[in-house]
């Protein structure tokens, strides 16, 4: 299952920058997550600074 990202995000951008597949944006309030794209390997998750990234 693609990781989702939840409402607590604060938008810094950590997981962008952490995705190696990058398939993670900016969108209207918080990042967000192409579940085509993700790969599930966790990085987002395990780099979020208030765990907003989950396995869905």
């Not at 989702?4 to 938008?11: L, T």
């Not at 920058?17 to 993700?38: H, L, M, N, Q, R």
Request: proline fraction near 5%; hydrophobic fraction near 35%; charge should be negative.
């Amino acid at each position: 299952m693609a990781y989702v990202i939840g409402d607590e995000c604060i938008s810094c951008g950590a997981c962008a920058a952490e995705c190696p597949v990058e398939a993670i944006s900016e969108g209207d309030g918080k990042y967000v997550i192409d579940a085509d794209t993700c790969i599930e390997c966790g990085a987002c998750a395990g780099t979020c600074p208030v765990e907003a990234p989950q396995a869905e």
